[in-house]
């Protein structure tokens, strides 16, 4: 073939971890000379971004992130039409519900390569065991209808393979990278500060991720309730946007924070917001990897987050950052006090986490590995 098209699937098109990856593998298999699209619900900034960049975007209006049988069923016809049409080289899906319905459209497409990546799983410790049960089938049988897992860490490898989701050597690890270099250089943050209109000796704790139930927001809100009262000029961010809004807000008001907390919805400048917190915090149900932790760690923060995924290959507890049970309020009560007080160990958990964020995290060091992994199928198909 003399053009390798590529259709990556991506269920919202919304800026998160996920999107994020998606958007910077793109961009790296457009410069090596792909066609690359994006096949999402209508809308959003990761939408536009993609478009921004000179990809094509194909809109499927039924893509929603719940599960919804009847739009489901109409979303795994669009995909199959347009894999159909477009006659893609490789279809690479992200994310469980993407993951599921694009896999089975491109392989009822016959489309040659088929590449899913798993940024996290649905079926986390948290979930009722029946949704577990039902969303470990679903990845089982999922699991035959690809080529190759990318996985974003050890831990989310060896989860898989307990739940015999597919065998070891069916699986790649492909670490989610960043743009370094827009996290480690120096930033003027003081503006950002005095924007929220608090005291100049302001200690800022922050949370950058979606607003959705799995990040652990409220898990955060009733931790700071409780250190707020021994350390009162500790204040609260979140930077993010999403469906727990509301809720949120209310649980804010309910344990009389608001004049302490601040939503900053969706922000384009990340890297300077990260800079301006003094600890960041992920308290998250579930984590494939934890895009946020290892962006604040990059701008030398210390980090707070819980145990699970790929967040225990990022964060050496005590060292960098503090590890946490998830869900366990007093857990991270007592994690944000110690931080709180002591401006020392802050300062070198921050130090030693940046020095702990290598090339092995840029982002294009990942995109080249996909590329790679590309690469690799295309000549075992004898594509190229």
Not at 281 to 286: E, R
Not at 346 to 359: F, I, K, S
Request: one cysteine or more.
């Amino acid at each position: 073939m003399s053009t390798v098209k590529v259709l990556h699937i991506h269920t919202l098109p919304i800026v998160s971890g996920s999107g994020l990856n998606t958007l910077l593998s793109m961009r790296g298999q457009r410069d090596a000379g792909f066609t690359v699209e994006l096949a999402c619900a209508p809308g959003g900034r990761l939408a536009e971004l993609v478009e921004q960049s000179g990809m094509r975007v194909q809109p499927v209006p039924s893509f929603r992130q719940p599960i919804r049988p009847w739009q489901d069923l109409l979303t795994l016809w669009a995909l199959w039409r347009l894999c159909r049409r477009e006659r893609y080289t490789i279809v690479h899906t992200h994310n469980s519900k993407a993951g599921f319905i694009g896999r089975l459209a491109a392989r009822l497409a016959g489309t040659p390569i088929i590449i899913h990546t798993v940024h996290g799983f649905a079926f986390h410790g948290q979930e009722p065991w029946w949704r577990r049960r039902l969303f470990i089938a679903l990845e089982r049988f999922a699991g035959r209808w690809c080529d190759q897992f990318i996985m974003l860490s050890q831990p989310l490898i060896e989860w898989a393979v307990h739940e015999r989701i597919a065998p070891r050597n069916k699986m790649v690890k492909i670490y989610s990278g960043i743009e370094l270099e827009h996290f480690q250089q120096p930033v003027e943050v003081s503006q950002l500060r005095r924007e929220l209109g608090w005291p100049t000796d302001t200690i800022l704790i922050g949370e950058v991720a979606k607003l959705w139930p799995g990040k652990g927001h409220d898990v955060l809100l009733r931790a700071f309730a409780r250190v707020h009262r021994t350390v009162p000029q500790a204040r609260l961010v979140f930077i993010g946007e999403g469906e727990e809004r509301p809720a949120l807000e209310h649980l804010t008001r309910s344990l009389d924070l608001m004049p302490y907390v601040r939503f900053l919805g969706f922000r384009e400048d990340i890297p300077q917001w990260t800079h301006a917190l003094d600890i960041a915090v992920l308290p998250s149900l579930f984590e494939g990897m934890g895009r946020a932790v290892l962006e604040a760690m990059a701008c030398g923060k210390p980090v707070i987050a819980s145990r699970v995924g790929g967040l225990v290959e990022l964060v050496k507890d005590g060292v960098t950052g503090l590890l946490i049970p998830p869900s366990d309020v007093e857990a991270l009560t007592k994690a944000l006090a110690r931080l709180l007080q002591d401006a020392s160990l802050r300062a070198t958990m921050g130090h030693v986490g940046q020095r702990h964020v290598t090339h092995q995290f840029d982002a294009r060091v990942m995109s080249q590995s996909i590329l790679q992994v590309y690469q690799d199928w295309l000549l075992q198909k004898r594509l190229r």
